[in-house]
């Protein structure tokens, strides 16, 4: 079993729907990071979250720490949050970088 | 635009063959990481260095190796190039306050490696 596991592996949905993708994690962490990895390849950091709640424009993450899960919300989607997104948990101190992904979740809106 | 540069974009090399990848950190940030991207294996860690220091090793091949210069960039060596070491390379960078938890990670654009 992977130490970082997100559900669904493929979404596709309508343009305007609501999205949620999850992740949930085995070890303990001092921080959890949602990505996202656009075709071209290159990865954005969308979200860094140690408790609760962040909000950024249409993209809400969650975090329940006692629970080991996280979970990527998007509102209102469109086409152009079409991308792959990537959950990553980070030890923290002298190991922050040492980030260990899940195997991400492919989104496709279509118009 | 992270602020993290990457070079080469894209490489073609023979299995057998030594590659250099060459990664400039955010202007400030001390911490470099880098990642291999595989289509079998994902997302991997492959080592940090902080201010010219290796600080963590992931699941990197003794036939790699990686260092951080005064000047903070950071280069990785892989050698006796393999078919399997084909992959897109991710350098990252953070830390402009020092290797704590709560700096976001900024990733470079990869370099694309094939090995033929």
Request: net charge neutral; with cysteine.
């Amino acid at each position: 079993k992977n130490e970082v596991e997100q559900s669904p592996q493929n979404l596709t949905a309508q343009e305007g729907e609501f999205i949620t993708i999850n992740c949930s994690y085995s070890v303990g962490i001092s921080a959890l990071h949602w990505l996202q990895q656009h075709p071209g390849g290159g990865i954005v950091s969308l979200f860094m979250l140690s408790s609760g709640k962040k909000k950024h424009g249409r993209l809400i993450a969650t975090i329940n720490i006692q629970e080991k899960h996280s979970s990527l919300h998007i509102t209102a989607s469109h086409p152009r949050d079409s991308a792959v997104y990537i959950c990553a948990v980070n030890g923290g101190g002298t190991s922050y970088g040492k980030l260990t992904f899940g195997q991400g979740t492919i989104l496709t809106v279509h118009p | 635009d992270s602020g993290v540069t990457q070079t080469p974009k894209h490489l073609i090399t023979a299995t057998g063959q030594r590659v250099t990848l060459r990664c400039s950190p955010r202007s400030g940030d001390l911490s470099v990481y880098w990642y291999q991207q595989s289509l079998d294996q994902g997302l991997q860690f492959l080592i940090q260095y902080y201010n010219g220091e290796e600080r963590a090793k992931g699941n990197i091949l003794e036939r790699f190796s990686a260092q951080q210069f005064p000047d903070l960039h950071s280069e990785l060596n892989l050698s006796s190039l393999e078919l399997g070491d084909s992959a897109l390379y991710f350098c990252a960078s953070s830390g402009r306050s020092g290797p704590i938890s709560g700096n976001t990670i900024y990733f470079g654009e990869g370099s694309w490696l094939t090995v033929v």
